[in-house]
């Protein structure tokens, strides 16, 4: 079974800087995509930026950046110019496709809460 | 832009009480699903609904919940007897634009709190 870990409950960092978020995972598949999703307080998760694991290069969107280390089994996230509208709860997640039927559930980190500080 | 819809946002209930929770999944869509998260907790998968039939289950959906989507249009989620650990965030997600790439992204809506008391 997949499992994904986020070892980082809470994080803060000052607007403007930059802070990368942890998540490693354990899995057998050997392709399979990677996600981190937002879900700002109240809101529903949105997704910030996803991996697929036959991609060498890091996935990249705007200010928002990984770091998918495959061999060792790490997704870790980066965000630059921190903004205070990125305050929210981040979750890392695993899925696996599949041919013809979807793909296999999400499988969710316990999530991270980045608190950005003006 | 579309998005995924729920109702009711907040539900208090008794112990024992049936509850519904209505989602409307983006309208091209092909899949279902629907996710909790017990307060502190991670967000656990609990079904997927595809071609008008669960597709997969979790251990945690058990003979207490059921989904349906009866007109095309709504996707609901009713647990019969509510247990007080039932009480969580209970997410519905859709994906899977007909024609489209394959991306894995799921569409999430805001979550629909229930309280069992």
């Known amino acids: 079974a997949q499992t994904v870990t986020q070892s980082q409950p809470e994080m803060s960092v000052q607007e403007a800087e930059t802070v990368t978020l942890s998540c490693t995972y354990d899995t057998s598949e050997s392709n399979y995509y990677l996600f981190w999703y937002k879900q700002p307080p109240s809101r529903q998760m949105i997704l910030v930026i996803r991996?697929?694991?036959?991609?060498?290069q890091n996935a990249t969107e705007n200010r928002f950046s990984v770091n998918f280390q495959k061999a060792a089994k790490s997704f870790s996230l980066k965000i630059s110019d921190s903004q205070l509208g990125d305050t929210a709860m981040y979750f890392c997640?695993?899925?696996?496709?599949?041919?013809?039927?979807?793909?296999?559930?999400?499988?969710f980190g316990k999530g991270t809460r980045l608190s950005v500080i003006a | 832009e579309p998005e995924v819809t729920q109702t009711p946002s907040h539900q208090v209930t008794q112990m024992g009480q049936e509850v519904i929770l209505r989602c409307v999944p983006i309208?091209?869509?092909?899949?279902f699903y629907w996710y909790r998260q017990i307060l502190g907790q991670k967000v656990e998968f609990l079904v997927s609904?595809?071609?008008?039939?669960?597709?997969?289950k979790s251990e945690i959906f058990d003979d207490q919940f059921s989904v349906e989507r009866p007109d095309g249009s709504n996707f609901t989620l009713k647990i019969r007897s509510t247990k007080l650990e039932d009480s969580a965030m209970y997410f519905c997600a859709s994906s899977g634009a007909s024609g489209t790439i394959n991306t894995g992204e799921l569409f999430f809506g805001e979550g629909s709190r229930l309280t069992v008391l």
């Open positions: 609904f595809y071609n008008n039939e669960i597709s997969e």
């Open positions: 309208s091209n869509h092909l899949y």
């Open positions: 991996q697929e694991a036959y991609k060498q």
């Open positions: 997640a695993f899925m696996s496709p599949r041919r013809n039927s979807g793909n296999t559930p999400l499988v």
